[in-house]
C-alpha cells in the first residue's frame, strides 16, 4: 500500500477549498434537481434495556436512536500552528502535492504573492468525551505542534483546551477542557468482540462538518497499513473524510470500539477504505497518558522480518509464521536471554506469534521488567527462553526488516579498504559488487554493496566458502541469505531461476 494515498482525516485549507468549489459552482447558475429518498422504516431493534443486538439476523438496525444517543458525546477540534512564511513576492506553493485532486483548483484561484513573516495555519479535526472531569480523546496528528486548541461541544459551547498526554506511536492524545458543569461521558466498548460483517457508526466533522453520522460494517480486522510498528487497525466502510480524524467508530450497543484515524483513497475522498484504531488498544494506555503525559513500552532489542513462504522453506518450516530475528541489539535483553540470528519467535509470554507483525505489539505491552517464557525455532528444533523485558526509550525503534532476496549476481572479496567505506568493522563475508536487472537476485531486492554473511545458515568468509555454499543449492530449492546492509542485517530467500 503507498503510503502516499494515505490521509489522516484531519482537514485545514482543503475544507476551505471545498466550500470555495461549492460557492463557485453556486454563482456559475449550474443547477440541477435532487431526488429526496425516503428511507424505509427501520426496525427498532433497542431492547428494554435500551442496548440493540448488533447481530440480529433479518432486521436493521435503529440508527435514528443510536445517532441521538451518541451525537452529544463527539465534539469538533479546531487547532492553530504558526508557520514561518518564505518571503518576498511569490506564488503560494500548493500544500496537497501534485498528484491531489485540488493541485488544478489551487493553481487556478489561489496563484499571487505571499506576504512575508510568519502564517497562521488552521485544521479541523474531531474527538469524544471519555471521563466527566472534560478529558477528551483524539488522534495526535490532530493536535501534535498546536499553539491553540479550542473545543465546541454539540451545543455550540467552546472551550480552549490543553493536551494532558500523546502518543505518537499510536497515534492518540487527550485533551482537557474545563467546565462548569460535569460532561456525560462516552462508553468504550470491547474492539476484540468486534466481527467482520458487523453494523458501525461514524460520527465527525468531515471538512468541518459539524457532527455527520456515517454508517457502514466492519470490513477487516488487524490490518497493517504502514503506520508504525503497532499498526493493528479496523477496516470500515463507514464513510470517513479529512476532519474525522479523532471521531469514534460506534457499535450499535452505543459503545466506542474505535478511533477513526486515516483512509486509503486515490482521490482523496471517501473510497469505502477507512481504518480506526481499536479501543482495546487504546484503553490500556489511558492510565498512563492521564498519569504521566506519555507511554512507557517493553522493549526486546531485536531487527525481525516476516517470515515468507520462501523463507519457511528455506528454514524446513511447513509454513510461513512468527517473526524472523534479523539483527539483535548488542547487551540488549535478547541477546542476553540467548537469541540468536536466524531464531524465529514463535511465542512470547504464552502468546502465539502468528506473524511478525504481532510481535512488536506484544511486547510493548508487556510491563518492563518482568521475566517472560519465550519459544523460538532454531535449525528445526523448538526452543524455550526466559527474558526479561527492557524499557523501549524514545530514540529507539522497533523495527520490521524488508523481505525479498537474490542470484543473477556478481561478488567480490570484502577487503578491509571496502568494509571501511561501507562503515563495517570487520571484513567479513563478501560483497555484492552488480546485481543482473530482472535475474533472481534483482527480483529479491539484492543490491550493490550488500554483504553476504551466510547462505542456508552457514557462515561465509571467503570467495571460496560462497563458491562451494552454492554449488550444492538444488534448482528450485530455495536458499537463504543473510545480508548485512548498513548497520542492520537481514534475511532474504532467494529461488534460482531455472
Known sequence: MNLKNIWRGNVGLKGVMLVALVSLVVGLGISGSLDWLSPSRAVNMMGESGSPDPRSPGQLPDFVALAKKVKPLVVNISTTQVSEGRGGQQEFGNPFGE???????WKRFFGGPVPRGPQRQRSLGSGFIIDADGSILTNNHVVENAQKIVVKLSDEQEYEAKVVGRDPKTDIAIIKIN????LTAASLGDSDNLEVGE??????NPFGLDSTVTSGIVSAKGRHIGQGPYDNFIQTDASINPGNSGGPLINLRGEVVGINT???SRSGGNIGIGFAIPINLVKELLPQLKGKGKVTRGYLGVLIQKVTPEIADSLGMDRGRGALVANISKDGPAEKAGVKVGDVIIEFDGKEIRDSGDLPIIVARTPVDRRVR???????KELQLTVSVGELKDEEVVASAPEKGELGMTVQKLTPQIAESLGLEKAEGVVVSAVEPGSAADEAGIRRGDVILEVDRKPIRSIDE???SLAGIRKGKGVLLLVRRGESTLFLALKPQN
Not at 179 to 182: E, I, L, N, P, S
Open 99 to 105: 498528484d491531489d485532486p485540488f493541485n488544478d483548483f
Open 179 to 182: 467546565t462548569k458543569t460535569g
Open 199 to 204: 453494523w458501525v457508526m461514524a460520527i465527525g
Open 262 to 264: 486515516a483512509i486509503f
Open 374 to 380: 519465550m519459544k523460538v525455532l532454531r535449525d528445526k
Open 466 to 468: 560462497y563458491k562451494k
